[in-house]
């Protein structure tokens, strides 16, 4: 990285983490990577914070993410080196001493109805992808393939009146096919990786990928190592085929990424992974595989920028 670069990461589990693992933001946990410390000694910019319930049982779905919600507000109040970027404004003042948290909804779950949009979206909820890996009333996830729902249809639509992203991660290929075609802002795949690398459920096919950057989108390389290789020792040099076929088939402005740290226990990462800071190691790794430095800074933040530098223009 240069001293110029942006580090965006599109995917990281800040507020399961805490809550699943019963510890606080403060704490240094062996197996996992997220904490106050280790954020602000990386040198991330803005990191799409997600708000991940669907560990949680079905009734408890809307009071985990408020519970969520409420955890990053208590962040913002209590360190100022972390802020809310919800609207172009904040965007456009972004402060590398700073840290600017972006609301990511991974599963719909917690929208019990469509009017509920409006609640979260007062929140602070920018991106929704629709499912995780299972079936819900909006669409089909992975596990299980099958076409968009109606309500899924209408969600999709009031996100597009409120000027909410649509993360097209963890849905199945039906379910992906119509979602793509309902959004109508720049479509984003927060963290997924290639089928044709690696053949994995969660990963896109070749023909997902060119729908996404067709649209102006961009997709998030995932670090997780089920999602790299079949290799019991994943190394970061394993992203390289994935970078590099994301490169060919959609070109140098439609690739970003997106770690989802703190998703999985750290052992579940690439060995040279174990801190966000970590994350300059990749740009190295690119560097030294000969991928162009103006790539290498399109990659790290400049893509994804692009794209919230959109759709959030013209929103509160």
Same mark, same amino acid.
């Given at each position: 990285?240069?001293?110029?670069?942006?580090?965006?990461?599109?995917?990281?589990?800040?507020?399961?983490?805490?809550?699943?693992?019963?510890?606080?933001?403060?704490?240094?946990?062996?197996?996992?990577?997220?904490?106050?410390?280790?954020?602000?000694?990386?040198?991330?910019?803005?990191?799409?914070?997600?708000?991940?319930?669907?560990?949680?049982?079905?009734?408890?779905?809307?009071?985990?993410?408020?519970?969520?919600?409420?955890?990053?507000?208590?962040?913002?109040?209590?360190?100022?080196?972390?802020?809310?970027?919800?609207?172009?404004?904040?965007?456009?003042?972004?402060?590398?001493?700073?840290?600017? %948290?972006?609301?990511?909804?991974?599963?719909?779950?917690?929208?019990?109805?469509?009017?509920?949009?409006?609640?979260?979206?007062?929140?602070?909820?920018?991106?929704?992808?629709?499912?995780?890996?299972?079936?819900?009333?909006?669409?089909?996830?992975?596990?299980?393939?099958?076409?968009?729902?109606?309500?899924?249809?209408?969600?999709?639509?009031?996100?597009?009146?409120?000027?909410?992203?649509?993360?097209?991660?963890?849905?199945?290929?039906?379910?992906?096919?119509?979602?793509?075609?309902?959004?109508? %802002?720049?479509?984003?795949?927060?963290?997924?990786?290639?089928?044709?690398?690696?053949?994995?459920?969660?990963?896109?096919?070749?023909?997902? %990928?060119?729908?996404?950057?067709?649209?102006?989108?961009?997709?998030?390389?995932? %670090?997780?190592?089920?999602?790299?290789?079949?290799?019991?020792?994943?190394?970061?040099?394993?992203?390289?085929?994935?970078?590099?076929?994301?490169?060919?088939?959609?070109?140098?402005?439609?690739?970003?990424?997106?770690?989802?740290?703190?998703?999985?226990?750290?052992?579940?990462?690439?060995?040279?992974?174990?801190?966000?800071?970590?994350?300059?190691?990749?740009?190295?790794?690119?560097?030294?595989?000969?991928?162009?430095?103006?790539?290498?800074?399109?990659?790290?933040?400049?893509?994804?920028?692009?794209?919230?530098?959109?759709?959030?223009?013209?929103?509160?």
């Amino acid at each position: 990285m240069n001293k110029n670069s942006i580090l965006v990461d599109c995917h990281q589990d800040i507020a399961y983490s805490v809550r699943a693992n019963r510890r606080l933001f403060e704490e240094n946990i062996e197996n996992l990577m997220i904490s106050y410390e280790s954020l602000v000694n990386s040198k991330i910019n803005i990191i799409f914070s997600t708000i991940f319930v669907s560990h949680r049982r079905k009734d408890s779905h809307y009071d985990e993410a408020i519970k969520q919600i409420k955890l990053y507000e208590s962040i913002f109040k209590k360190y100022k080196n972390f802020y809310h970027l919800k609207n172009f404004k904040s965007l456009k003042k972004i402060n590398k001493k700073r840290i600017g %948290l972006y609301f990511l909804m991974e599963g719909a779950e917690p929208i019990k109805k469509i009017k509920d949009l409006n609640i979260f979206y007062e929140k602070g909820v920018r991106t929704i992808g629709l499912t995780w890996n299972d079936e819900n009333k909006y669409a089909f996830g992975v596990s299980k393939d099958g076409p968009l729902k109606e309500e899924g249809i209408k969600l999709i639509n009031k996100m597009n009146d409120l000027g909410i992203s649509l993360d097209l991660s963890h849905l199945s290929e039906n379910s992906f096919k119509r979602a793509i075609k309902e959004t109508k %802002l720049i479509p984003i795949a927060t963290h997924s990786n290639c089928k044709k690398i690696r053949r994995h459920e969660r990963n896109l096919s070749n023909k997902q %990928l060119k729908n996404i950057s067709d649209l102006g989108g961009v997709i998030g390389i995932v %670090l997780y190592n089920r999602f790299i290789s079949s290799k019991k020792n994943v190394s970061i040099s394993d992203i390289l085929p994935h970078f590099k076929n994301i490169l060919n088939i959609c070109g140098e402005d439609h690739i970003s990424l997106g770690s989802d740290i703190d998703g999985a226990p750290i052992k579940d990462f690439p060995n040279e992974i174990r801190k966000p800071s970590d994350f300059e190691k990749i740009s190295d790794m690119l560097k030294k595989n000969k991928i162009k430095s103006k790539i290498i800074d399109k990659f790290l933040g400049q893509n994804i920028l692009r794209v919230l530098d959109e759709n959030l223009k013209d929103k509160k």
